[in-house]
């Protein structure tokens, strides 16, 4: 349910107060009353400004602490996330299957190429640029790496059942929300590494002084590739990428 969603996200990520994290949810819930909508159930925005100016809720706040504008504001904030959050998990699951698809569709070990490229495409969920993959570029780097996890060579944990080799899955070194800061495309070979499992996980989740260890020793191996792709950047700034 999006109420207790809204709960934790205003303590994890807002890092408020429980008196204030009651004061947002309960304005929130004093709209969906006032409009007899539960708007813990909408994901529009729009809806929920019409409800706080239609049922009073602004001349509220003119003689208050303005609690009903500033949980209107947060919930906003919050739906925005959820919104681009799905579409992320949407696109992330296909492109995944896409990248499984063409590792059975390579025949033989690919050259990979270190070109320049022009930016993708992508596309716009609540204001933020999703940008587009191409799963095929993925599927000829984990092939070329002969299905090694770059992150540590030893790492072969289990045999994919899908391409009967060691498994390991693609991971852009310079994430691509970042691709707004670069004038060529970030979705190239020399920006995609091979990582099993373990280290993947480990560079989207681990401490930063775990993460930062695994990247610069990516970054050590990929700095010339990525040159000949038009992709500059120091280490110093890849790693506050991933603070």
């Not at 539960?38 to 509220?60: H, M, V």
């Not at 770059?150 to 899908?162: A, K, L, Q, T």
Request: net charge neutral; aromatic share 10%; charged share 25%.
């Amino acid at each position: 349910m999006k109420k207790n969603a809204f709960e934790n996200w205003l303590v994890e990520k807002k890092r408020l107060k429980p008196s204030s994290v009651r004061h947002y949810v309960g304005a929130i819930n004093s709209l969906s009353r006032a409009s007899g909508v539960d708007l813990f159930n909408t994901s529009d925005a729009q809806l929920i400004d019409e409800y706080y100016e239609q049922y009073g809720f602004k001349e509220k706040d003119a003689t208050g602490n303005r609690m009903y504008i500033s949980g209107v504001k947060h919930f906003k904030e919050f739906l925005k996330e959820i919104n681009v959050s799905n579409e992320l998990i949407i696109e992330s699951v296909n492109y995944e299957a896409n990248v499984k698809h063409e590792l059975n569709n390579i025949d033989s070990v690919p050259r990979l190429s270190y070109i320049p490229q022009s930016r993708p495409k992508y596309k716009k969920v609540s204001k933020q640029k999703i940008w587009e993959r191409n799963p095929r570029l993925a599927s000829e780097v984990i092939q070329a790496m002969n299905f090694r996890c770059e992150g540590n060579p030893v790492h072969d944990f289990f045999i994919s059942n899908r391409t009967k080799r060691n498994y390991v899955e693609a991971h852009h070194l310079i994430p691509m929300e970042y691709q707004d800061d670069f004038e060529y495309s970030l979705d190239v070979h020399a920006n995609i590494v091979s990582l099993c499992p373990v280290c993947h996980k480990k560079v989207h989740h681990g401490t930063f002084e775990e993460i930062i260890e695994l990247v610069g020793n990516l970054y050590a191996e990929r700095k010339i590739q990525l040159q000949k792709s038009n992709i500059n950047i120091s280490f110093d700034e890849l790693s506050s990428l991933y603070k």
